[in-house]
């Protein structure tokens, strides 16, 4: 009988990846499984969209390591291999080949899926998700072919993939039952520059208005909105937000809603199992709430987290969502939370698409987006986080630097 400790990892994924990276360089000697169900070593999906989907880049830039890391590192990779079974009392997890694996920690890193629709002519072929870079590859040779296509929501992978389609010269429809892109998150000021900025570069904005059905014989051939439109196309991408994959936890007992829920240290509600990246609706120290984050950053940063805590080091995650997009020349950044706010106030002009865009309650930063502006992220988590109380005359001044609209105190660690 072996003595020697076990860690699993469910998603091999970045969250996945990086948990297992980081047990090693934290001197974990025993084993460690990671266990995939996708064919590919782990990769990153921010290029699915953008580059790699318009065929700018290759296979290459998407990995998270190289070919050998695994192996140099001792990480037993098992791909194409899905986890359908865990048993907590006894420690144990079953993978579909039947083997069961034994485990000291467990790290669930499942992630999210694409939310399906349900509206008659959804199973037409021509009707593609984007979640996985087998699903970019097909959606790359679909905008190789031309033609015009209808985006269903204008989320980040709608919007994102409405660029890259129209940067491919297709002809491209935005139907989003909102009244502007990413509304959501971003409200109805901000969003509203998205939309402009899709509109100036040809892309039809159907605002307002949601899709009924996708109609044609055997594949798409036209889609019919809620306002009474009919749309020819040639096929139609859905981004209608994804959902965290949470049945292994949900099967084993664990606390689930709205992902599986952890604590700050990203342990769930039983001890030694413990859960990173989308999948996670994990306690935030700072913000004081529960949150589930679907964005790179946050699985890049908490898969290490939870592997510091798998091996006893008890430190709360407590850093600031933070994610980026790109839509043609327009890069973003977006750091903070806000569910709600009172005002948005602008450093620049928005016209320009070269601004800096804060979200307030009281005066007090709750979120900021950095558009075609760099290096001012460090600032904007420091009001965020410090709670600075601010004056929207000197926040919208671009003469007043934001470090020193910030420099209440030192510098911080997210
Ligand atoms: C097209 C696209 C573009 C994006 N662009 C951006 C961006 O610009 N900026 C940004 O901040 N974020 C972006 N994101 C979001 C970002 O990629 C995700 O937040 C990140 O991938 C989450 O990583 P994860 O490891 O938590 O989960 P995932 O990447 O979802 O990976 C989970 C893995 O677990 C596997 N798995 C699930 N269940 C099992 C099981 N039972 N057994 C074995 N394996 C299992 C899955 O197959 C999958 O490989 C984008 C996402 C997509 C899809």
Known sequence: MTTERTHVIVGASLAGAKAAETLREEGFEGRIVLVGAEDERPYERPPLSKDYLRGEAGREKVYVHDEDFYAEHDIELRLGRTATGLDTANHELEVDTGERLRYDRLLLATGAQP???????????????LRSVLDSDALRERLDRGGSVVV?????IGAEVAASARQRGLDVTVVEPASVPLERVLGAEVGGIY?????????????GTGVEAIEGGAAVERVRTGDGRELDCDFVVVGVGVEPRTGLAAQAGLAVGDGIQVDELLETSVPGVFAAGDVANARHPVLGERIRVEHWANALNQGPAAARNMLGKASAYDRLPYFFSDQYDVGMEYTGFARSWERVVFRGDPATREFVAFWLVEDRVVAGMNVNVWEVTDPIKRLIRERVPVDDRRLSDPDVPLDQLASRHASVST
């Open 195 to 207: 939309r402009d900025l899709h509109t100036d570069h040809g892309v039809r904005m159907l605002m």
């Open 115 to 129: 939310r399906r629709l349900s509206i008659p002519g959804a199973g037409l072929d021509g009707v593609y998700y």
């Open 152 to 156: 269903i929501g204008a989320g980040w």
